[in-house]
Nanobody, 125 residues
Framework: VQLVESGGGLVQPGGSLRLSCAAS????????IGWFRQAPGKEREGVSC????????YYVDSVKGRFTISRDNAKNTVYLQMNSLKPEDTAVYYCATTPHLDGSSWYITTEYDYWGQGTQVTVSS
């Protein structure tokens, strides 16, 4: 079981990035996928989540209207489209899976079983 994030990088404020979370060794179809981020000196924060069957989505308030999570089960991949990026979005971004999503606790790290290694996103001019 492996999750691999990609798509991070350096971008100017107002720019966009699309992160990918590719799964191997298992099928994502029946798992909810969460995106989290961790900035230096801060706790890991839930950014967004997408459920398995209905594709229900959840976002932290600070990214609503700017980030969009989506999944392509045929490619076994989940995406996080990030627009209008701000310096405060700078962090290492991680994806994680859970087979049992509770919509009220999607942002809690201990709800997730498997994690990727993370990809760095830096927003700076």
């Amino acid at each position: 079981v492996q999750l691999v994030e990609s798509g991070g990088g350096l971008v100017q404020p107002g720019g966009s990035l699309r992160l990918s979370c590719a799964a191997s060794g298992f099928t994502l179809d029946y798992y909810a996928i969460g995106w989290f981020r961790q900035a230096p000196g801060k706790e890991r924060e839930g950014v967004s989540c997408i459920s398995s069957v209905r594709g229900s989505t959840y976002y932290v308030d600070s990214v609503k209207g700017r980030f969009t999570i989506s999944r392509d089960n045929a490619k076994n991949t989940v995406y996080l489209q990030m627009n209008s990026l701000k310096p405060e979005d700078t962090a290492v971004y991680y994806c994680a899976t859970t087979p049992h999503l509770d919509g009220s606790s999607w942002y809690i790290t201990t709800e997730y079983d498997y994690w990727g290694q993370g990809t760095q996103v830096t927003v700076s001019s």
